[in-house]
């Protein structure tokens, strides 16, 4: 701010605050995933993760402190939801794990508590900062939204000047075994989410990727897998396979390796483009489904 005298520069520069948050505790995992617990000046708390690889460090950043979703199988609804997180604290999460390790962040995942979309115009509003060349400086085809499925908010997302991926976290390939899973999903069918799939689609040309956890002899039966190749083929999409990453206090199970190979060979077989995801962060509870807004207790555990 060159209009201003240098010495009301500097006064700001020393006094105000950049960073609102407090970093409440940081977990370092063997495989470099570098987790942090943030506290917001009202006291509540968001996690965020940096997951390096080669050639590039991906943020998984908050847009919730809590979830409303009820997802039977994460970590990050078991206490609801506390309250929507601003656009600029969605911002500061990758600041933060920036400042923390060192490193530029070249990718930004929205996967981490609460669901996006339904924070939409503060998540609309970081993914603007983040992919402003002046500001945050990321490819806007770098940055990934990850919903369970609100198919307005999709639609309304596509009609977005934004090139940045969506991916729909399905998790089941049947209406009965989804909504079981999924509380948020029984207003929604699975034909509704192929239908704003589509239209998101045609509005930039960009795939989707449909995220399905694996979880052991609930989803990941062979006959799971045709059904779910059934739905994959009425959209232009990649198919995200995520082992089940264990939850303190809940009962499912992680599929054996055997099992998940199988599974992603017979999406395969029927035509469907497929990847498995590996689980980083696991040790340290930073992996997919593990997030949740409270300090670790001396054996590791949230509490």
């Not at 115009?121 to 919903?147: E, M, Q, W, Y």
């Not at 307005?152 to 997302?157: D, E, P, Y």
């Not at 998101?200 to 694996?214: A, D, I, K, V």
């Not at 009962?251 to 017979?266: C, G």
Request: positive net charge; contains cysteine.
């Amino acid at each position: 701010m060159t209009n201003l005298p240098p010495a009301l520069r500097q006064r700001l520069a020393d006094e105000a605050p950049v960073l609102t948050g407090t970093v409440e505790t940081r977990s370092d995992a063997p495989d470099g995933v570098t987790k942090l617990l943030l506290r917001w000046p009202d006291g509540q708390c968001v996690e965020t993760v940096l997951i390096p690889a080669e050639g590039r460090n991906t943020a998984c950043v908050s847009t919730q402190a809590g979830c409303a979703m009820g997802c039977a199988f994460c970590a990050s609804g078991l206490d609801g939801v506390q309250r929507d997180l601003t656009g600029g604290e969605i911002i500061e999460q990758v600041l933060q794990l920036r400042a923390a390790c060192g490193v530029e962040v070249s990718h930004v995942v929205f996967m981490g508590m609460g669901e996006p979309l339904a924070n939409y115009d503060a998540t609309l509003f970081a993914v603007r900062g983040l992919v402003d060349p002046k500001r945050g400086g990321i490819s806007a085809r770098r940055v990934t939204a990850s919903t369970i499925g609100l198919p307005t908010a999709i639609r309304r997302l596509a009609g977005e000047d934004l090139p940045i991926t969506l991916a729909i976290s399905l998790h089941a390939p049947t209406d009965r075994l989804r909504q079981e899973l999924i509380p948020a999903a029984r207003g929604t069918t699975i034909a509704e989410l192929i239908a704003a799939g589509r239209d998101f689609f045609h509005s930039r040309g960009r795939e989707l990727t449909l995220e399905y956890l694996l979880l052991a002899d609930v989803n990941d039966q062979p006959a799971r897998a045709d059904d779910l190749a059934r739905v994959a083929k009425q959209m232009r999409c990649n198919v995200n396979l995520i082992r089940y990453n264990p939850v303190q206090g809940l009962s499912f199970r992680r599929p054996s390796e055997e099992k998940v190979l199988a599974f992603a060979d017979r999406l395969r077989a029927a035509g469907v483009n497929v990847q498995i995801r590996a689980s980083r962060g696991l040790t340290r509870n930073a992996a997919c489904g593990q997030l949740r807004g409270r300090r670790p207790n001396e054996k590791g555990e949230t509490a």
